[in-house]
């Protein structure tokens, strides 16, 4: 059974990074052919994929957010990393580590997730 756990601070000042860890067990990050991705959920909003890095390490970004995000992993750890920088309050959302089998933006085809974190930006 895979099991993916979130980490990282739970209060981020505005203008600073963002930086969240998800710990995967039960099976390999650079397994064929599995995608891990970041989703985010504001207060209120519904779930937003932010972006994904492969079984290889190749990493995709949801455009909007794409010059403020970065995807890295550490196979040694079995863990990849989330970095948002900029950030405001409107990144302010319980985000969630999660797998899929195939490479998808929609959050709902992602079949194993982390509990979720929650982050608030405020100063």
């Known amino acids: 059974q895979v099991q993916l756990q979130e980490s990282g601070p739970g209060l981020v000042k505005p203008s600073q990074t963002l930086s969240l860890t998800c710990t995967v067990s039960?099976?390999?990050?650079?397994?064929?052919?599995?995608?891990w991705s970041w989703i985010r959920q504001p207060p209120g909003k519904g779930l937003e994929w932010m972006g994904a890095i492969t079984y290889s390490g190749s990493t995709y970004y949801k455009p909007s957010l794409k010059s403020r995000t970065s995807i890295s992993r550490d196979t040694s750890k079995n863990q990849f990393t989330l970095q948002l920088s900029s950030v405001t309050p409107e990144d302010t959302a319980v985000y969630y580590c999660a797998r899929g089998e195939v490479f998808t933006t929609h959050p709902n085809e992602y079949d194993y997730w982390g509990q979720g974190t929650q982050v608030t930006v405020s100063s």
């Open positions: 039960g099976g390999s990050i650079t397994t064929n052919y599995y995608y």
